[in-house]
């Protein structure tokens, strides 16, 4: 069964590092999104990539956080200058009709 | 704004039993409900979605949905200790980012 799967599992950088975290959504979805969970607390959604382009961003999704789809397969979240709030896992979700969630990449700042 | 809230539990459940899992959200306009499973550490899991009102049966699983009191909710037959997971409510209005809720702890008692 197809699967969204994420690299890395575990990123840990220093405050104000940039980091990239890349994800390859199921093959033939359209809709792609990142979400953040802060340990014990709910998901919330960053951001939402279709045809392109960011179709929704939320407030989190500051000027620090850039998306990207560099090829037909890779979707990536930078975080330019991490800070230590940034700290979370990340998880990236692809929807044809219901969205199915990558495994996660747990960043740590130090 | 769109809030969707669940009691936080723990919901306990002895073996075997049915577990009923709540979620009530504020957004009328709302389309699309949908339960995730989240185990300790783990990216959410989708197990059940439903977009229209009444019963929807997934094995052990049921979804209810009722968008006049604006309340969605889970059922699972024969508890299993793997079923011991958060649970999460969320909703979207299709193809778009989803809402959670903070879920539900559930444990399963042998």
């Known amino acids: 069964e197809p699967e969204v799967t994420q690299t890395p599992s575990h990123q840990v950088t220093q405050m104000g590092q940039e980091v990239i975290l890349r994800c390859v959504p199921i093959?033939?979805?359209?809709?792609f999104y990142w979400y953040r969970q802060i340990l014990g607390q709910k998901v919330e959604f960053l951001v939402s990539?279709?045809?392109?382009?960011?179709?929704?961003k939320s407030e989190i999704f500051d000027d620090q956080f850039s998306v990207e789809r560099p090829d037909g397969s890779n979707f990536t979240l930078k975080i330019r200058s991490t800070k230590l709030e940034d700290s979370a896992m990340y998880f990236c979700?692809?929807?044809?009709?219901?969205?199915?969630f990558g495994p996660g990449t747990r960043l740590t700042v130090t | 704004q769109k809030e969707v809230e669940q009691n936080s539990g723990p919901l306990s459940v002895p073996e075997g039993a049915i577990a009923s899992l709540n979620c009530t959200y504020s957004?009328?306009?709302?389309?699309?409900f949908f339960w995730y499973r989240q185990y300790s550490g783990k990216s959410p899991e989708l197990i059940m979605f439903?977009?229209?009102?009444g019963d929807k049966e997934d094995g052990r699983f049921t979804a209810q949905l009722n968008k006049a009191s604006q309340y969605v909710s889970l059922l699972i037959r024969d508890s299993q200790p793997s079923d011991s997971a958060t649970y999460l409510c969320?909703?979207?209005?299709?193809?778009?980012?989803?809402?959670f809720g903070t879920g539900t702890r559930l444990t399963i008692i042998p």
């Open positions: 990539f279709y045809n392109n382009e960011i179709s929704e």
């Open positions: 979700a692809s929807e044809e009709d219901e969205q199915y």
């Open positions: 957004d009328r306009g709302s389309q699309s």
């Open positions: 439903i977009y229209s009102n």
């Open positions: 969320a909703l979207n209005f299709g193809n778009e980012k989803l809402t």
């Open positions: 093959s033939n979805h359209l809709y």
